[in-house]
């Protein structure tokens, strides 16, 4: 983005520069062809010509003067709107052999060339009108304002002045809007290659960082478990009960670490690899989670129920064990263990092309104002929470990754329930060989493929 801006903001300040010295040169140039008829229409003794010539010049001077004060728009406004009536009114006066109106075809360049495309419709705008008024002047016979003609000598020298003066201002604004043109592409070809390059650096940096993060975590996490694995060691063997409880709290604290480095390699994960899917026996998916949180605290107080009517799904493992380990976590740690039936349920179902996974508690449920910020990064509902912060923002981005969806519904002192919604790819596909093999208990379950 900042290429792009550094690009396009000094092309915007040549493009002006161009158009600002063009006008300018435009106007000079115009205000030295009024003089130059002025003389040879004074000397021709014609007295209403080298007023209008002198007239002429004086207004086109007075634009370039506005422009080099700054007034650049009200400049050309006014500069242009005067030189088409002016024409129009001049060729109507001067003999049609002239050739007053050839100065139409520089005034359609000059308004192309002068106005940038912030101000389109000016461009547009003196653009018909040059050319409106030139049909008109053929189509009246240069008749727009009455018969009164003045007399000009030399008609076939004047023609000649008029179209070398018209070609030559015509000329400069084509090379103007040809150089314009050149300067664009030729920055456009350089921000291609610039961003190029820093897709391709983006590319590696990327790379680079998801193999330190991912080494990093698993090189962190290997001494980590070293660690706990010695304090248990040492819990059993001390003696001093001291000991046991500074050894206790190393081991809380290794935990914790632990967790959040677990967190760390599944966002890793996540960011880095797609979707993959294989089929999975949810029921069997469910029980193995529940048993591994068997001995959380609190855990053995709880009842866990499954309803689950979709057996078995095509869908990625890895994330969805992910997701129901952070969701049934989540649950056991923030129950209400002091009410008479504390509970943790797991509803599986498939509605409308969907798979819809429930996971519902009643524990201690979430506050109202703080619903909206659970999936944050690093957002810690309490002050006492002791997770890592990224659990439930880890479970929103690989339910986003797999093109799903989840919201929640909760009441502070009742419970809260996640709802999880994934995309099916197909349903009730047919029983392989394979399929078979892996749940031979199932004659022919319906499979669910999830997107």
């Not at 004086?58 to 003067?65: A, D, L, Q, R």
């Amino acid at each position: 983005m900042n290429s792009v801006e550094n690009l396009e903001s000094p092309f915007k300040d040549f493009a002006l520069q161009k158009r600002t010295k063009l006008f300018e040169r435009i106007t000079l140039f115009g205000a030295a062809m009024g003089l130059f008829h002025f003389f040879p229409d004074l000397i021709n003794g014609t007295p209403e010509a080298p007023v209008i010539d002198l007239f002429i010049s004086v207004v086109i001077f007075s634009g370039f003067w506005l422009h080099r004060k700054g007034f650049r728009t009200v400049a050309r406004v006014v500069v242009l709107l005067f030189m088409n009536i002016i024409f129009a009114v001049y060729a109507c006066l001067m003999p049609k052999e002239v050739g007053i109106y050839l100065f139409y075809f520089p005034l359609m360049g000059i308004s192309m060339a002068s106005f940038g495309s912030a101000e389109r419709l000016w461009r547009i705008f003196f653009s018909l009108l040059s050319c409106v008024l030139l049909v008109s002047l053929f189509l009246s016979d240069f008749d727009l304002i009455g018969t009164y003609q003045i007399e000009a000598a030399n008609e076939n020298i004047f023609f000649l002045i008029n179209l070398v003066s018209s070609a030559t201002v015509l000329l400069v604004c084509i090379n103007f809007i040809m150089n314009i043109n050149e300067e664009s592409e030729r920055r456009l070809h350089i921000l291609a290659k610039e961003i190029n390059i820093k897709n391709k650096d983006l590319e590696k940096t990327n790379a680079e960082l998801d193999r330190f993060f991912y080494s990093t975590s698993h090189d962190l996490r290997s001494p980590l478990l070293s660690i706990k694995g010695l304090v248990n060691i040492a819990k059993q063997e001390a003696g001093n009960s001291s000991v046991g409880h500074y050894l206790h709290l190393m081991e809380d604290r290794a935990n914790r670490l632990d967790l959040f480095i677990k967190d760390i390699i599944d966002y890793s994960r996540n960011s880095r690899t797609e979707v993959c899917q294989e089929i999975i026996n949810m029921h069997q998916l469910v029980q193995e989670i529940g048993q591994n949180y068997q001995f959380l605290e609190g855990a053995s107080q709880i009842d866990f129920q499954n309803e689950i009517t979709v057996i078995e799904v095509l869908t990625d493992r890895s994330r969805v064990s992910v997701i129901l380990n952070n969701l049934i976590s989540n649950a056991i740690k923030y129950h209400r263990l002091n009410q008479p039936h504390p509970w943790i349920r797991v509803t599986v179902n498939h509605a409308d092309d969907n798979l819809n996974v429930v996971v519902s508690d009643n524990g201690q449920g979430i506050q109202t104002d703080r619903q909206d910020k659970i999936f944050d990064m690093f957002y810690r509902g309490t002050e006492g929470s002791q997770g890592s912060g990224l659990g439930l923002y880890i479970v929103k981005e690989m339910i986003d990754k797999m093109k799903g969806s989840i919201r929640v519904e909760s009441r502070e002192g009742e419970g809260t329930s996640f709802f999880i919604t994934l995309p099916l790819a197909g349903i009730e596909i047919e029983e392989t060989p394979a399929i078979t093999k892996q749940s031979q208990s199932v004659s022919r379950q319906h499979l669910i493929a999830v997107a």
